[in-house]
């Protein structure tokens, strides 16, 4: 059993682009799903998808590039991790880059990015 699935799927995500893939897969649930579709709402991925295989589901992510074959994500990072959480109010959370990036938070109203909980 995978301890830390999120930090799985970013780690995924991370290696692909490094080594400039095209597509990637992780094991799907329906976290992982609404980071991928927040991820594809902000323009991040252009496309993700999950199939069913054999009573295992699969998330399959189309990973985005800019003109010049750059990566359109520059940076992954797991802030909240499963033995040292943070928690943090609205009103407290940090702007990422200065506001040019982006926050994915987990609320009691669902998954979202930080400008939506805010």
Do not use: C, W
């Not at 329906?30 to 927040?38: M, N």
């Not at 074959?69 to 499963?82: D, N, T, Y």
């Amino acid at each position: 059993m995978m301890t830390d699935p999120i930090a799985d799927l970013l780690t995924r995500l991370r290696n692909a682009l490094m080594a400039k893939h095209k597509t990637t897969t992780a094991p799907a649930s329906k976290l992982k799903s609404r980071i991928a579709q927040i991820l594809k709402d902000e323009g991040y991925i252009e496309e993700f998808r999950v199939e069913e295989d054999g009573g295992r589901s699969t998330l399959h992510i189309t990973l985005k590039y800019d003109e010049r074959s750059q990566p359109v994500i520059e940076g992954l990072a797991r802030i909240s991790k499963p033995g040292l959480r943070q928690y943090s109010s609205a009103d407290d959370l940090p702007k990422v880059r200065g506001g040019l990036g982006m926050a994915i938070v987990s609320t009691s109203r669902g998954v979202m990015t930080d400008a939506q909980a805010r």
